[in-house]
T-cell receptor, first 114, second 115 residues
């Protein structure tokens, strides 16, 4: 039972263009959403987050959009840079299965090529 | 500023052996977690703790045990290693699980192979 889904295992984008990573969730109790970035042989690092009371949050080149009615969020990276090549995890927090927890998606591997 | 430190980074175990994965954090976070990452499967929560002396099961707790005697340390114990436990294990901590307190800080991971 995947409560957080990232349906695209990989994405390839040209340097300078926009990268759009998508995430869907099923549990309406989730009220806070986060994106993490992971390089090989390292732990995930926090990138950007959004509360369920907002529909957009921006931090430099990174913007997260939340569509609560569709239970969908997306991460936009503009412009994409080769250093953005990594695995991106979407995560959701809230009350689920009897306790508050943080649930991760399967990740999307982004490759930014020159 | 160490953050979350995990040891060891790599380990090979034989079936049936036991081991403890160590995790310590220096941010005075109440919440600590253990996740495992299998290829293409994202991060699955094994156990979590909301403070010293309090632990609870996550999504995939079978075959593991934890303890939390101090705020800083959250070791994960494998009693009888099985090939299905071959994975990369991540320890993480956060201030809480509401709003911006949810931001979790991760260790570098332990790559475990059971043969």
């Amino acid at each position: 039972d995947q409560q957080v889904k990232q349906n695209s295992p990989s994405l390839s984008v040209q340097e300078g263009r926009i990268s759009i990573l998508n995430c869907d969730y099923t549990n309406s109790m989730f009220d806070y959403f986060l994106w993490y970035k992971k390089y090989p042989a390292e732990g995930p690092t926090f990138l950007i987050s959004i509360s369920s009371i907002k529909d957009k949050n921006e931090d430099g080149r990174f913007t997260v959009f939340l569509n609560k009615s569709a239970k969908h969020l997306s991460l936009h990276i503009v412009p994409s840079q080769p250093g953005d090549s990594a695995v991106y995890f979407c995560a959701a927090s809230g009350f689920s299965g009897g306790y508050n927890k943080l649930i991760f998606g399967a990740g999307t591997r982004l490759a930014v090529h020159p | 500023n160490a953050g979350v430190t995990q040891t060891p980074k790599f380990r090979i175990l034989k079936i049936g052996q036991s081991m403890t994965l160590q995790c310590t954090q220096d941010m005075n976070h109440n919440y600590m977690y253990w996740y495992r990452q299998d290829p293409g499967m994202g991060l699955k929560l094994i156990y979590y703790s909301v403070g010293a002396g309090i632990t609870d099961k996550g999504e995939v707790p079978n075959g593991y045990n934890v303890s939390r005697s101090t705020t800083e340390d959250f070791p994960l114990r494998l009693e009888l290693a099985a090939p299905s436990q071959t994975s990369v294990y991540f320890c993480a901590s956060s201030l809480g699980l509401r709003g911006s307190n949810t931001e979790a800080f991760f260790g570098q991971g332990t790559r475990l192979t059971v043969v």
